[in-house]
């Protein structure tokens, strides 16, 4: 009895749509930023998953990039975040609301 | 349904990893993992004597109570050191492939991954230095 | 295990051609020296930095043009994953023009808001490395790639006066939504990446111009669609295009002014470089439509015509209802992205070479040609807004005209370009772009294109008129032009005329000669 790939596959997407609809209705920035690093893990899923089935390493090696993309991000965005809440005491998006849409 | 879609051609193994036996040792160990705590604290309820006390309602019934918030707010100079290591941590994953990679026949290879690692290095280096000089890892 | 096993069998070359990706390397070390410069010279030495950031760049310009004119050596290195054609070339121009023209604009500025220059300047070269990047990959790994080191640099720069609020909040805003899109755009090159794998065993693969080839024999034709997809929508998102586009005004408004022209001119044509590339060389047009090659190519350039449409609307629509003059250029950034997507439907609709080559050249004219002005305007933007970017609304221009007319003019002179008024480079540009829409057979595509260049008179005119035709109640001191910000206006002001009056030898340097069109197929 074997996983088949399209099990990993559909965990991935799942994760991914939690994801995209917690960057959505969450209202704090901490949390909006946890919901993208879901994201980023759900593809890195996708990717060792096929690399895996595939027996082959690009995937792997796509994985090592995004996991280094994702830390520069989140330095960055903690960076951010520590800006505005130094400036503001809150951080809350519905607050943010200097700039109008 | 989804597999039925993506069934649509067989040729490639469509199978990750190891078959779902493998993972009997990891479903033993879960199961375990939740009777040893979920059964001391059902055994403890129909065993022990249940008598309430002020005494005993106190927090873990020793030292002195709590007199600040727990949601203390911590200096930011946390988060600076902690972002730094965030990154210098990560970056070593790429020392990983050539680790890897090192062990290959091919010695003109060899030779310039360990030149490329070398440079990657020296710009991580580099990076450390501009953080120092600008007082990033400075207390206080 | 997997990985040591599989490297160890194929027999590993690295492909190295350093010289192939020689700009690229100039402006990352000039990067690294400037970060350096900054960390180590007195506090009172620090103006240098924009001096080395601008010796960097001109360097990296040099040796685009030698790879321009003299390149006899192989046309891609990495295995594929570096291309060099004149795309990669037109785009990589562009970056480095915008990234020069910030730097000058900039130096001054950046003393006079007591901000760390050297900080500045390098993430500017960063970005603009990243830019490059995304240019000239061949790979979905490096436009990945380039796409981040260009958006996490641009997030920071965003924020950079950091004890003010809106800046604060066109940062925050411009990161939480770039790294959304691009695990959208990410995790359409997961899905491409699954679905190339083909029936006859081959694994998947992230090279561009081996996508195209796998289209027909992919081994899951669905997950073909749903990434590109999702690619679509990340680039969509990163330049801009209208469902896409509610960050943009705001970004753009908090932002400070010279890194909102960075952001609407370099970010911009970076992505519609990448964008271009993926989808006209990775899902390439085919005669046969029934095939799954057919399908994909029908479904993303039906998508994109409809964005385009929506794209110039919304953009010129909400520029007209705008009261600052910031929003007013974001808002025309969207317009102007939309006006290049016709291009870039142009470009799709066509498999042959000759007429592909043209619209690819267009679009990249195009770009040019908006970073110029683009570039101008915020420049004199800049200026009028003085420290702290307190003076950016319609009221604040109220008749200037008369007192500075010098800058007056040179901002009229930008907006009747960006309106696309003739002898000017917006016209020109327009013109590429739609001449290419019409060869391609897209007529209604053109009117509506046509049609928005009308809307969009009114708020380009608006600030003309505002300008000159307006009583103005506050006091007005002109503003000190530093050296460095009169080198930016003269450049764009003749390159505003050049590009109007003989686009013709750019057009040629962009256009794919011969020997790259067998190469890219």
Known sequence: ?101 | MLSAILLQTTNVPKTVGGPITAYWPVMIFFVFAVIFPVLPIVLGRFLRPSIYGKGKMRPYECGIDPVTEAHDRFTVRYYIVAMLFLIFDVETIFLLPWAVIYMGNDFSFTKFALLEMFIFIGILIVGYYYAWRKGALEWA | MNLSLALQIQNVSPDVNLLLILPELIVCTAGVIVMMVDAFARPRQRWMTGGLALVGLVAAMAASFWMWSGWAGPREAFHGMIVLDELRLGFTFIALLVSALTVLVSMVWVEGENLPAGEFHSLLLFATSGMMLMASGGDLVIIFLGLEILSIATYVMAGFRRTDLRSNESSLKYFILGSFSSAFLLYGIALVYGATATRTGLAGTTNIAEIANRLDVSLYPPLLFAGAAMMLVGFGFKIATAPFHVWTPDVYEGAPTPVTAFMAAGPKAAGFASFLRVFVFGFPFVATVASVQGQIHAAWLGALVVLAIITMTIGNVGAIVQNNVKRMLAYSSIAHAGYALVGFVAAGATGDPVFKSEALSSVAFYMLTYAVMNLGAFAVVTLIARSGDRRTDFEDYNGIGFQSPGLAFTLSLFMLSLLGLPLTAGFMGKIMVFRAALNAGYYSLVVIAVLNTAISAYYYLRLIIVMFFRERTTSWSAPRVPASVIVVLIITVLGVFYLGLFPNRVLDAFKTRPPAVMATR
């Open chain 1, 1 to 101: 009895m074997y996983v088949h790939l399209s099990w990993y596959l559909a965990l991935s997407a799942i994760l991914f749509t939690v994801g995209v609809v917690g960057v959505i209705i969450k209202r704090n920035i901490i949390s909006m930023f946890m919901c993208i690093e879901l994201m980023l893990n759900a593809v890195n899923l996708t990717f060792v998953a096929f690399s895996s089935s595939f027996r082959d390493v690009t995937g792997q090696l796509f994985v090592f990039i995004v996991m280094t993309v994702a830390a520069a991000e989140a330095a960055v965005g903690l960076g951010i975040i520590i800006a505005i809440f130094r400036n503001r005491e809150s951080l809350d998006v519905d607050e943010a609301n200097i700039l109008r849409l």
